[in-house]
């Protein structure tokens, strides 16, 4: 088969540009014993990426210089040497930025796409809705009745945040970019409230959907955000560091957030949280807001960007942009 | 009786001046019923008083204007009307920054200067060392083997946090300012190392201190010690937000820990302590220190500055600069 694929030939400074990325197209090799070739169908475009593009020690190895972009993808076996896969076999995972990708059996997971479509499987039921699930869960740990404060609310993480906290029977507010972006987290999404951080204000905004203050903040963006919501926080309050997208390209040095003394007058904690921690409790994940799914409290749509492989470039930039409504996802 | 008495009457800006202050002298009003009059003998001087100063919310309302400054003290019941009090005893209170104080007898606690010199009940086993006791042990949670980090080591509250931490078999890695500081925390406090942040190249410094890097970092100064600690990490640190020395006095708005991301990197947690949330619990942290004072494994004496109760601002001020080795106390 020819395999059209994107390497990593540049680490990028500031923004990834055209100079970082490589198309190349190569012959999918003959299959070993236990490998399956995928045809990926769907690729996961996530805020995480620019991490992995950079040097230097973090949760996962960066991407090689030359290597094929990592990714998380969804697609269906095509030729398969492992005896727990066939032909037809609907799948998710790490297919890299590439057409096909030739993997170890042990490393791909099959997927049920007779009630949930294949590429929900990258968003709320995939490593967005988890890293939502056990973030919220297991760290933020929101009661019943308490005020959860979630940023990039209409993004892929974000957006599943809220509908937790919804369902454990909490106030939950929204922090997203613009009018429409906001009503799609009120109307669609079923937050309380969702506060427009483009339109200025944001600590009045905030007060103001925030009657009884902030228990539970689920920051997705770090920056000004991060330390708005500091100034907000209630007594014994959880905040929990799941990324901070306003940063990944700044070339100067973050700005930390200046009112984390605020943890102290109110003994609250800050805590950082990556998914594949919880690798072992997937399933325990899945299941549960499967259901939640399938009785209609929890939304699986994606935002699904056109354009094939070669798109790829130009769909990354567009979460940096905050031009995706929930999880974005490059059909190929 | 004839009462000094320093009240509070202006806020600072920046460090507190002496027109912060103002110097009266009153009589001692009468006695009502369960009142007792204490002489204080010695003042508690603690980094908090400066938060005290400020108007605005904070874990404790603000000294007002006018007002005799808030201070813990110890000295002696001259007499009471209270049935558990008689002069002569020993006592702790918020005496405030007075020679003489007029107090309910349930705002009083009796203490046993046989076995233990007065003034130590306002450092090791008092709110400093509950301080250190409770923040370390339940928030800090170090685990034998592992590597303690406490900066303001030989301050009231970090000469504490370190010989509890050597106390549970932790490697203890204390920060303070000069040559002479660290080897007092090093040769008496008994600290594994001390590095000195005068000396420059804190980061080298620290991670030859700690080769098997950080997992608790105790952290009293807030400013760039804090960001620095935060690329030193373990997986699943504590950092344990007691105070921000370096900050407390500063005009600008305070420059927040950029490299607060390597909270997500290492799931790591920063989380604010008071000592206050601890009262029903003092009991049995100040017995359990007193033992391991008794067994010479807790260093208890002070560092009593002379001058009586008009060497106040002076003496605050030495905090700040860094004047003071372990607890400092006022002689009155």
Known sequence: MKNTRINLIARPVGNPTDECWQIEEVETPE?????????????????????????????????????????????????????????????????????YAVLDGKDVIKVDTNFVPLPAYLGTLGMSGLTAYFGLLDTGQPKEGETVVVSGAAGAVGSVVGQIAKIKGCRVVGIAGGAEKCKYVVEELGFDACVDYKAGELRKQLKEACPA??????????????????????????????????????????????????????????????????????????????????????????????????AFPDTLMKLFKGENTGKLVLKV
Chains 1, 2 share one sequence.
């Open 31 to 99: 299959l070993a014993d236990n490998q399956v070739l995928v045809q990926t169908q769907y690729l996961s475009i996530d805020p995480a990426m620019r991490g992995w593009m950079n040097e230097g020690k973090s949760y996962i190895r960066p991407v090689k210089i030359g290597e094929v972009m990592r990714a998380l993808g969804a697609g269906v076996i095509v030729e398969s040497k492992h005896p727990d896969f066939k032909a037809g076999d609907f799948v998710t995972t790490g297919t890299g930025v590439q057409e």
């Open 213 to 310: 203050g902030v228990d539970v903040y689920f920051d997705n963006v770090g920056g000004e955000i991060l330390d708005t919501l500091l100034t907000l926080i209630n007594l014994r309050a959880r905040i929990v560091i799941c990324g901070a997208i306003s940063q990944y390209n700044a070339t100067e040095k973050p700005t930390g957030p200046s009112n984390y003394m605020s943890l102290l007058v109110n003994r609250a904690r800050m805590e950082g949280i990556v998914v594949f921690d919880n690798a072992a409790n997937y399933g325990k994940g899945i299941k549960e807001m499967a259901g939640w799914v399938a009785q209609g409290k929890l939304n699986a749509t994606v935002d699904v960007a056109e354009g094939g492989i070669k």
